[in-house]
């Protein structure tokens, strides 16, 4: 990635100007001007690092070299630009494209500057290892934490994905770290990280203050439940900078201050460690009030199939940009500015990212399909698949029903065993796609060069082309099942299911248990489209994702409680 000229940013970064008084004159505005005219070597390097601007970096740290020590231009005045940064991520005025931005401009200084440096012992800030616990493949939330950390001082060893505890201790001691990260995101890794910290007591290990981040932790689970489970310290961060302000407070000596609970969560523990068990929600003969179809769809075809060339760019068609530039890329709308000027904002800033990113990925991504159709019928929380004929049982699912509201259970959207014989079964979708596991390569490859904006951008596609690919062939789909002309023409109605039926993936609330993807890859067969199946039941590539496909009117996305 080339060096990046100064941009116009006047949305996010009025507030920069406001709160750092040295800059209230200069603005970044006009790309033909000098934008460090008139500033103090020290803060050009600080408007280098707070606004992300490459050009003539080597030449300002040579400048700043010739008055003052290497190591004190990083403490003093590098690290100085990072804490604005993080002062204005975590009040909402920072965007975290730019943030990565900047930790890009502080990586590229510090290499400028290592090799005038002699390294002494003990002269970072802290250090801490970093892990997803095994099992989990997810390491995007794990890598922001190390851009941070690293770029504000800390040491950072970064072991990867899939670490079992041995493995963990082991490289903790041998690296001589003070503090143990671990991150996970899915359920199932919540009560990794508990047994990890168990056999920390048992080890007599718990003197490592343990920093838990995660899409399914929530801090009353941490910082309540776990926090009895450890006999030493264990913090919840919430992101990459909350992270910051732990190890800040560690590395001080200070016990670090946990934020306030919320009281709702406090009172609940907000964390269902029993989603992982449908046994739990099982209502005997107890079914909701949706009536199954007396006319079903017929099968299109018994088994599987598969479909390797898929056009990228008709996938890029399905692609929800909200859920990109909001979600995977984490845009926020800043305080005070409408909805509609932040989609015009977003639409000025993101849309050129997003075209730019389809160009370089369209020959990296590899769309790949595996579907197929079932007889089957239901039978309390059940949901029995048939051999072709629909007389053999070949397998069954058993899934969680709500234990209040309308008590739904997915099978419920299926004729019962009670009320069909072999010859009127009621059909079942499944599918799985992926977009290979190029992207991941090219990921690593970006965060190991400290193009930390373009990992950022890159992850995002990867995970949302997935996602794309498998709304677009669940569109094939409800028209091989006969009803596909009920789809709305505006494709941004099927991002919010304005269609029949639903898709349900394995892991989320109405089909938590992960462990049925071997049922699944049982049925479609996936390997011979590249996808494996881990031994925490988790897809590889993590550019993929499965479901099981709902033909019925009244299936819609719910959550079981």
Known sequence: MGEREPKDRTVTYDPLLELMARFESVRSVDTGKNPFEGLSIEDTLKKHIVEGIKRDLDRHLEEARAVRPPLEIINDILLDGMKTVGELFGAGKMQLPFVLQSAEVMKAAVRHLEPYMERVEGSDKGSILLATVAGDVHDIGKNLVDIILSNNGFRVVNIGIKQPIDSILSKAAESKCEVIGLSGLLVKSTLVMRDNLLVMNERGLHGYPVILGGAALTRAYVEQDLSDVYNGSVYYAQDAFEGLRLMGEIGSGEAPTPRPLDPEAARTTSHRTDALDPA??????????????????????????????????????????????????????????????????????????????????????????????????????????????????????????????????????????????????????????????????????????????????????????????????????????????????????????????????????????????????????????????????????????????????????????
């Not at 790949?368 to 397998?395: M, Q, T």
Request: aromatic fraction near 14%; charged fraction near 30%.
């Open 280 to 561: 739990l929600y099982v209502f005997a003969g107890e079914r909701s009030e949706v009536e199954p179809l007396e006319l079903t769809p017929e099968l299109p075809f018994y088994g599987a199939r598969k479909l390797t060339k898929v056009d990228i760019h008709e996938v890029f068609k399905y692609i929800n940009p909200i859920a990109l530039f909001r979600g995977q890329w984490q845009y926020r709308r800043p305080e005070g500015m409408s909805n509609p000027e932040f989609s015009r904002w977003l639409e000025a800033e993101a849309g050129p990212v997003f075209d730019r990113m389809k160009r370089e990925l369209g020959g990296v991504l590899k769309p790949k399909v595996k579907w197929g159709y079932f007889p089957c019928a239901s039978e309390g929380n059940d949901l029995i698949i048939y051999e072709d004929g629909g007389a053999r049982e070949r397998l069954r699912f058993q899934f969680p029903r709500q234990r209040e509201g309308k008590r739904l259970c997915i099978s419920d959207f299926f004729r019962s065993v009670a009320r069909t014989d072999p010859n009127s079964r009621d059909v079942v979708g499944f599918q799985i796609v992926t977009v290979g596991s190029g992207v991941s390569a090219r990921e690593k490859k970006l965060f190991a060069a400290g193009e930390f904006q373009d990992y950022l951008y890159t992850h995002g596609i990867g995970v949302e082309s997935a996602e794309a690919l498998a709304e677009y062939w669940h569109k094939q789909m409800r028209a091989e099942l006969g009803f596909g002309n009920d789809d709305p023409s505006d494709l941004r109605l099927l991002f919010s299911a304005k269609y029949r039926g639903s898709r349900y993936s394995f892991g989320y609330p109405a089909c938590p248990n992960l462990e049925d993807q071997a049922k699944l890859f049982e049925l479609l067969e996936p390997q011979d489209i590249g996808i494996e199946l881990t031994e925490e039941f988790m897809l590889y590539p993590e550019q993929s994702t499965s479901a099981i496909v709902v033909h019925h009117p009244e299936a819609k996305y719910f959550n079981v409680r």
